[in-house]
């Protein structure tokens, strides 16, 4: 694994890594036998210099948590929304653009997070988080009264709580790939030693405890950010998302 724009590593047949270019941050991964990733860490322009097929995995920018004013605390942000497709043909010395969604501004006192920004390529998309009215996500946010962030596509934890997308939230939807878009934990409420909730797996932030604000959803991962703490503190903001492809393999 490595971070770099020039690199001398390449597949005797297929696709290696002087057979593209990418105008934004990027990092290609050997995983052996031929196969490759590229994560596009930020937006730009992919011209891949021959023909390929491709898998594609997009995480929208996680929203961010909402501030607090005297109490309950505030709720966490909801992960951006994840996505799969497969066997995407792309053609040789073609432009494509590239878009990383950006997290959404952490909420000040007593106000609602931003929504996150969408991610998308070669004509796919997942949505960003939603900051207002529920905080929906992959991973759902967490409430108000310092619960926990939501996992994995789970709903948040009461009726008053985001919807999480339901499904899947792994890399390319494979049960080990990495786990991405988990919603922000909830702020700590009006007690004496009350601790903010835990931010969800896959990047969630977590949640401010009194008198401390929320904290942000990880960068490239689509979390969201934690909600701030009791007496107006200020929510975590939404990590960015991402987009992954790899040549195109069997289901």
């Known amino acids: 694994m490595r971070m770099s724009r020039r690199t001398t590593l390449s597949f005797p047949s297929g696709f290696g890594a002087d057979d593209f270019t990418y105008t934004g941050s990027y ?39 909402h501030g607090a004013e005297t109490y309950p605390g505030g709720n966490g ?29 952490g909420g000040g ?3 609602l997070g931003g929504s996150g920004g969408s991610a998308s390529a070669f004509g796919r998309s997942a949505s960003g988080g939603a900051g207002a009215n529920g ?8 409430v108000s009264d310092h619960h926990n962030g939501y996992t994995g596509g789970s709903n948040g934890s009461n009726t008053s709580a985001g919807t999480g997308q339901g499904t899947n939230t792994r890399e390319f939807g494979d049960a ?13 409420y ?20 009194i008198n401390t604000a929320g904290t942000n959803g990880t960068t490239n991962t689509g979390g969201g950010g934690g909600g701030g703490g ?6 975590g903001s939404g ?13």
């Open 176 to 188: 080990s790939g990495a786990l991405y878009a988990g919603g922000g934990g909830g702020g700590a």
């Open 230 to 235: 009791a007496y107006a503190k200020n929510g």
């Open 27 to 65: 990092q290609w991964v050997d995983d052996g036998n031929g196969n490759f990733r590229i994560k596009f860490r930020s937006s730009g322009t992919f011209t891949p210099k021959k023909k390929l097929a491709v898998d594609v995995f997009l995480v929208g920018g996680g929203a961010g948590g």
């Open 190 to 209: 009006q007690a004496n030693g009350a601790i903010g909730g835990n931010g969800g797996a896959g990047g969630g932030g977590k949640g401010g405890n």
């Open 109 to 111: 006192t007593s106000t």
């Open 135 to 142: 905080g929906s996500g992959g991973g759902a946010r967490g």
């Open 77 to 105: 942000g909801g992960g951006g929304f994840a996505a799969t497709y497969k066997a995407i043909a792309l053609a040789a010395n073609t432009a494509y653009s590239i878009i990383v969604g950006s997290g959404g501004s």
């Open 239 to 251: 990590g960015s998302g991402i987009v992954i492809i790899r040549n195109a393999r069997a289901a």
